[in-house]
């Protein structure tokens, strides 16, 4: 027999684990499904050690002691945490409940569902030259998981998006130097940190791409740029190099479930419902108008789908306000 949950959130991003605690606050049965082998999503995937600055009360903190915090948040009341599966199938069944099928053909029974997936599966977009492959998880990176890998050493960083500038920005302070390349002469970063990145003392080289990889012993020592005007071929000496080409997005058979969808993410109404009855979506795979794409924004989208999922399992039941404050389980905690 399987064990029925009143709600199963699938994504252990840093929006699902915060919607975990709130499950606890309203007294519900949890548990959490995350396709990757540990918690955090996209912020543990890709800037462990970048600094988020846009959280309300917390003035700086890195994306791994944010996960961190969130673990410790969601597991105040315990839910069950299951990892390194994707869910593949959605079945609802004649009582209402839900049956969740995973890749490994493990199976879930939940009365309500929370997406919160993120995009979807994420996968970085990779370097298509010669002898990358050869050069990755040596000094050719696509993430940044230690800062101090970068520590006094000259650091190219390719790509003209928001994770290029904000990597350039963040490791000028212990890098030797830093070499940004981009292929348009125009970046698409956000303006103020953009302007940061210009004042500073990095080298920015637009419009180039990178040409080839140079390098002995399974280390990159120099690459070629080449202008894509001009067609302009220069060799630069490097100890490290970061891409940034972006990532592709794989929201797997979710798309086919039957949920409507609006510029690629789930639609959902006021009360973070989707268009199946008793499935509800928060953070980055949610769509309405006006979305604010902050962590912040689905810290907030969390709990309104938490009490819609409570009303969804027990309707016609008051849905009373609650507050950590005076939520009497949490003063022993």
Sequence with gaps: MMKLYDV???GGGPVGLFTAFYCGMREMETKIIEFLPYLGGKVSYFYPEKMIRDIGGIPSISGENL??????QANTFEPTIVLK?????????SDGTFLLISHTGERHHTRSIILATGFGTLKSGKLDLADAKKYEGKNLHYTVERLNDF???HVLISGGGNSAVD????????????????RRNEFSGLERNLSN?????ASIMTPYVLDSLHGKNERMTSVSLKNVETEENIEIDIDEVLVNHG?????????DWGLEFENGSIKVDSSMGTSINGVFAVGDIAS???KLHLIAGGFTEGPTAVNSAKAFIEPGKELKPIFSTNYEALQTK
């Design 288 to 290: 309405y108008q006006n």
């Design 151 to 153: 520590k006094d050493k």
């Design 8 to 10: 199963t959130i699938i």
């Design 197 to 201: 990145l210009r004042k500073s003392s």
């Design 85 to 93: 599966q994707q869910i593949v199938g959605l079945e609802k069944l």
């Design 247 to 255: 990532y592709s997005i794989d929201l797997g058979p979710i798309k």
């Design 167 to 182: 990597w350039a920005n963040e490791l000028l302070p212990i890098a030797k130097k830093i070499t940004v390349v981009h």
């Design 67 to 72: 996960v961190r915090q969130l673990e410790e």
